[in-house]
């Protein structure tokens, strides 16, 4: 866990499979004591992610890769099916009545956008469970040209439901075992992302959860490439698989290296930022009228993030001053001329390391020197 944010979505996922395994063996087995076990555990799950609302729908993949119009029929009749949504309308009044915010700022829908936004982000959502990080830098690109390029966008989506269709006949022509389980780990895939496939953007850890809908599919694949290369000996078979693994761990240990390293250079970051703000610090900062004025905000190293937001409350939680103002600017200019020549207003601007320096301007004369 490289950031904080994270966490919840990790116990989320941990409770929510647990959750979709008790149900699976209250399915199996009918003992009551799983189905309370699983009604538990989706309550849970909602207390630390609001990804939780979707886990109900990963019970009713998990039916449905049995085949759709039998399964559909019984949802409505079938007690222990509902029951499972009890937690998720629960969930949803709470935040009524705390009048959280719902749709906003970056979790907010596009609905003008929506469709490609949705084509957009499973590709990026399916790169990243695959390839991992790295991909990141080549969907933001891609994303980037094709956002402003909107017609080129659609002629792209038109290209890609024929290719859709073709996917769909090869689809038919696996064995229908295989096919279950290609119809589970794309529904648990598309499931447990689709509180994030309407946003503007994608984040790693959305996909993790989402990540094991792929692992599944790639299981059966690479069992498929097992059982066509015995025909060429078990040796040869087993050897193949083995470099296949091995490479695609290392590529993937790689991957959470290059995380590590950004992760750790943004800590090393706000570490500085604070040790170098306490070195400018006046007892006026904890009290008085106070402005600084930033220049150079670092957003990122590589994928994590420093100060896309928060630089308010990081200076807050430095001296508890409820009546600081907080400004970024682009330049150092645009910096001073807005701070002025007052005492109280301060421009600072970051270095490469993180830190800050105080910029030299013109001030105001001290009180006592000014003349009555």
């Known amino acids: 866990v490289f950031w904080i944010s994270s966490t919840g979505y990790l116990f989320n996922a941990v409770f929510g499979l647990l959750g979709v395994l008790s149900f699976i063996a209250w399915d199996e087995k009918r003992k009551p004591y799983y189905l309370i076990v699983s009604f538990v555990l989706f309550f849970l799950a909602l207390l630390f992610h609001e990804i939780g609302i979707v886990l109900p729908l990963l019970v009713l993949a998990y039916k449905l890769k049995d085949g759709i119009t039998p399964e559909i029929k019984k949802i409505y009749k079938r007690l222990d099916y509902l029951i499972l949504f009890v937690p998720v309308a629960s969930y949803l009044l709470m935040r009524l009545l705390a009048k959280s915010h ?29 390839v991992g990080v790295l991909s990141l830098p080549v969907y933001e690109l891609l994303r980037g040209v094709l956002r ?22 090869i689809f038919k022509k696996i064995a229908k075992e295989d096919r279950r389980i290609i ?17 503007g953007n994608i984040t790693s850890r959305y996909s993790y959860l989402a990540t094991l809908g792929i692992v599944v599919i790639l299981a059966l694949l690479l069992k498929k490439i097992y059982e066509r290369l015995m025909t060429y000996g078990r040796d040869i078979a087993t050897s193949f698989l083995a470099v296949i693994l091995i490479a695609f761990s290392l590529f993937h240990l790689i991957s959470i290296q290059q995380t590590y390293s950004d992760w750790h250079g943004a800590g090393e970051k706000s570490r500085k930022f604070f040790i170098s ?4 610090y006046t007892d006026y900062w904890s009290n008085g009228q106070v402005q600084f004025h930033f220049v150079n905000v670092p957003l990122k190293v590589g994928e994590a993030w420093v100060f896309p937001v928060g630089l308010e409350d990081a200076v ?35 270095i490469d390391d993180g830190s800050v320096v105080e910029i030299d301007r013109p001030l105001d004369p001290p009180p006592n020197l000014i003349k009555p």
Request: no cysteine; aromatic share 18%.
């Open 148 to 169: 402003q390029n909107i017609l080129l966008s659609i002629i792209l989506l038109i290209i890609v439901l024929p290719l859709l269709y073709l996917g769909y006949r």
């Open 102 to 130: 719902w749709l906003s700022g970056d979790y907010s829908y596009d609905f003008v956008k929506l469709p490609l936004n949705f084509v957009g982000n499973v590709l990026g959502y399916l790169l990243l469970s695959v």
């Open 316 to 350: 807050w939680f430095a001296f508890k001053n409820n009546s600081v103002k907080i400004f970024k600017h682009a330049d150092i200019a645009s910096a001073i001329n807005a701070a002025g020549t007052k005492r109280s207003n301060y421009v600072l601007q970051f």
């Open 277 to 280: 703000l306490d070195s400018y």
């Open 183 to 199: 119809i589970f780990g794309s529904l648990f895939f598309l499931i447990t992302l689709l509180p994030f496939l309407g946003l």
